[in-house]
């Protein structure tokens, strides 16, 4: 497992823009996929990107695509999670995680696991 902190939440006005970071731990990060999921209020945490170890690969929820954008910069141990155009529906605590395993990563069932930004968009 590596250890993960995010950072960049806030408060932003519709239409507006933030950048999380996810900083991770040790040189065993670079060797992990790493995702971003959400939950917002009263609902369930749900999958918002992912990318994998080598930053070459790149997946998204229908909802945020083409409004988000997921990239890494290993030197820093870093992923980050660009977001363009936000909503209210945008509003919700940001997780990173990492797992070593793209299948896993895909599905959800990452090893380790940050403890949350908070995004809130205002209408």
């Known amino acids: 497992q590596v250890q993960l902190m995010e950072s960049g939440g806030g408060l932003v006005q519709s239409g507006g823009s933030l950048r999380l970071s996810c900083v991770g731990s040790g040189r065993d990060f670079m060797d992990n996929n790493v995702g971003w999921f959400r939950q917002a209020p009263g609902k369930e945490r749900e999958f918002v990107a992912l990318?994998?170890?080598?930053?070459?690969?790149?997946k998204y929820s229908d909802d945020v695509q083409g409004r988000f954008t997921i990239f890494r910069n290993n030197d820093k141990l870093t992923a980050y999670l660009q977001m363009y155009n936000l909503g209210p529906e945008d509003t919700g605590v940001y997780y990173c995680a990492a797992d070593l395993n793209w299948g896993r990563a895909a599905a959800g069932l990452l090893d380790s696991w940050g403890q949350g930004t908070q995004v809130t968009v205002s209408a």
């Open positions: 990318i994998n170890w080598s930053g070459d690969s790149t």
